[in-house]
């Protein structure tokens, strides 16, 4: 059994796939296992990756599932102690998977870390904003404004995906976001101060860059927290206070589009789920 399982999920990016599995293949880290999963593509992404055939195992989706449903067929076809998330439009420096292995190692109690990252932006490296600077440990109240977790740069413990639950294939944007606070509200997130990935932003296939009202959905994780208890009282009260503030850009915005139903729904979520805090 390998020490690492690397999960690539993949949806009509044939090229971009082939660059993210040459940059784990060229790790210093040798003791991995790649697991591909093509969620239903239908350009030539089956035969890039069929050149690749001896160095992954591939698993393949009849139809598109999203990226949360890719992610969790990966996790759930291995039982590797460590896994990695590696996005197909983002790439590793070499040194990425024997950093974070060899922290893993010092530090048995840890269960999630990450790297710092690189941006591209139009062939163009730039500089995160302030608010994007990834903090280490207990991140989960700054967590709750934005995430601040890269699946790319993350390497969890298999075990703890049993604990706090895989990725939520309701939500086709802010997946992640959901997970890391589910993580971070337990854990601290560690931060290992070296740009080991790449992440290429702005193409056009990239969810993020096509999904309106993203905030929507991360309203959607905040209740989900807030319902399921287990968080302590100082953790609820941050998320009503985060969970409030977007309820009221968003519904306010539902009210000016014309969408009254909906926009009346999220200013009076907040009321419903105030009392979970004092429970």
Not at 8 to 18: C, L, M
Not at 273 to 279: A, Q, R
Request: neutral net charge; hydrophobic residues 40%.
């Amino acid at each position: 059994m390998a020490e690492v399982s690397v999960i690539i999920p993949t949806y009509n990016r044939a090229q971009k796939t082939a660059r993210a599995i040459s940059s784990v293949l060229y790790q210093t880290f040798t003791d991995y296992e790649i697991i591909v999963v093509d969620d239903g593509s239908n350009d030539h992404t089956a035969e890039i990756l069929s050149l690749f055939e001896p160095y992954l195992t591939l698993l393949v989706h009849g139809e598109n599932r999203g990226v949360s449903a890719a992610r969790n067929t990966g996790i759930r076809a291995t039982s590797a102690p460590l896994v990695a998330f590696l996005d197909s439009d983002d790439y590793w420096m070499p040194g990425k998977l024997a950093l974070q292995a060899a922290f893993f190692g010092a530090h048995p109690e840890a269960v999630a870390c990450q790297t710092q990252e690189q941006w591209i932006r139009k062939g163009r490296r730039v500089n995160p904003a302030k608010k994007h600077r990834k903090p280490g440990g207990w991140i989960f109240e700054p967590s709750l404004r934005l995430c601040l977790v890269s699946p790319s740069a993350a390497m969890v413990r298999r075990d703890l995906l049993d604990e706090v639950g895989l990725f939520d294939e309701n939500l086709p944007v802010c997946e992640d976001y959901d997970l890391w606070l589910r993580i971070s509200c337990r854990y601290p997130i560690h931060l290992l101060d070296r740009e080991l990935v790449i992440k290429e932003g702005g193409a056009p296939d990239q969810l993020s860059s096509s999904m309106p009202g993203m905030d929507r959905y991360r309203i959607h994780a905040m209740a989900k927290l807030l319902q399921g208890g287990g968080l302590t009282v100082e953790q609820a009260r941050a998320v009503l206070a985060e969970l409030t503030a977007k309820c009221r850009i968003y519904g306010k915005g539902c009210l000016k589009r014309g969408r009254k139903v909906e926009g009346k729904q999220y200013l009076q979520l907040p009321g419903t789920l105030g009392p979970l805090c004092l429970e």
